[in-house]
């Protein structure tokens, strides 16, 4: 196919969505991320997880949100997968305790454009002002699935748009009103430095400007580090490329993913501070990265109907 073409002089590895999923115009796919960020071992249970944030594209109001899927690739012969809609709680005109979509203040759908499952959370990045998270230890099975434009608890009735499970946000990082701004677009895991870090990227279509920045873990309570109330990143790079849809470092050495590059075809970039970058072909559509430990492949989802590949290349040094 398309991509697979693309990618030929790869050992690539990849999946496809059900057609329902694969050709709507309404979900995008954007972030990446599974059991190898989220355990030691790589493994969740015992299983090799993925999951694959989508945005709810559209200009109905309200939105869908956002949701993720979790993909069981186990058994790479017979991949299944389960979607999750991501809610967060607030309280209702009656002065209860309720949720709704995930939303930007402006009502659109949260665009969720990179994703990390460290421990007990999922970490959300929320482009214009931080990264949110959410309790992924405690995922919730709603009562009714059959209404797909219902939302939150009636009664004893809980919906969540015709989705069966959600995940609940429980925390928020925002950017300070003195901070130097960065559109948070990407997000990864880098646990090849002491401490881990989350690295964000940032999105620029028309100049080379996008920037790369740490964010220190705490391991002990599986949260983003916090000194005094504010979380600091650390170690910020200036990318050098356009069209940053994803970012990932390891031992040093960094792997962007950017869109439009060549063509319709997008670019994997490797490279590591003072070095001119290295390419390898990447797909059309390319979005955010992940590195998974246990294959020592990267991957990606492709987000365009159609060619909604995601795939996972080797590991190659720049």
Request: hydrophobic fraction near 30%; charged fraction near 20%; aromatic fraction near 12%.
């Amino acid at each position: 196919n398309y991509n697979a073409t693309r990618l030929r002089n790869h050992d690539w590895f990849g999946f496809n969505w059900n057609s329902g999923d694969s050709d709507v115009s309404y979900w995008y796919p954007q972030g990446i991320t599974g059991s190898s960020d989220a355990r030691p071992s790589g493994y969740v249970s015992g299983k090799r997880l993925m999951l694959v944030s989508w945005y709810h594209k559209t200009e109905s109001r309200p939105t869908k949100g956002a949701r993720v899927s979790l993909a069981d690739l186990t058994d790479p012969d017979d991949i299944n997968y389960r979607h999750i809609l991501l809610v967060e709680p607030y309280i209702n005109v009656d002065g209860e305790t309720d949720f709704k979509a995930t939303e930007t203040e402006s009502g659109n759908a949260l665009h969720v454009g990179g994703i990390v499952w460290y421990g007990d959370y999922l970490f959300v990045a929320d482009t214009t002002k931080g990264i949110r998270v959410f309790d992924f230890s405690r995922l919730i099975e709603v009562s009714s699935t059959s209404d797909t434009g219902r939302i939150g608890f009636s009664g004893n009735r809980s919906d969540a748009h015709g989705y069966k499970y959600i995940a609940v946000q429980v925390a928020r990082y925002t950017q300070p009103d003195d901070a130097c701004y960065f559109n948070f677009s990407a997000l990864a895991l880098d646990l090849s430095s002491n401490p881990p870090t989350m690295v964000t990227s940032e999105y620029r279509s028309g100049d080379v400007q996008g920037r790369l920045v740490h964010w220190p873990v705490d391991v002990e309570s599986g949260l983003l580090l916090d000194i005094d109330g504010q979380v600091r990143g650390r170690n910020a790079q200036s990318v050098g490329q356009s069209r940053i849809q994803g970012a990932v470092s390891w031992q040093g050495n960094y792997y962007i993913s950017s869109s439009s590059q060549y063509q319709n075809f997008g670019r994997l970039y490797r490279t590591r501070p003072g070095m001119e970058s290295s390419i390898s072909a990447w797909v059309y559509g390319a979005e955010d990265l992940y590195y998974e430990r246990i294959s020592g492949m990267i991957w990606t989802p492709a987000e365009h109907p159609d060619f909604r590949d995601t795939v996972g290349i080797p590991l190659r040094l720049p």
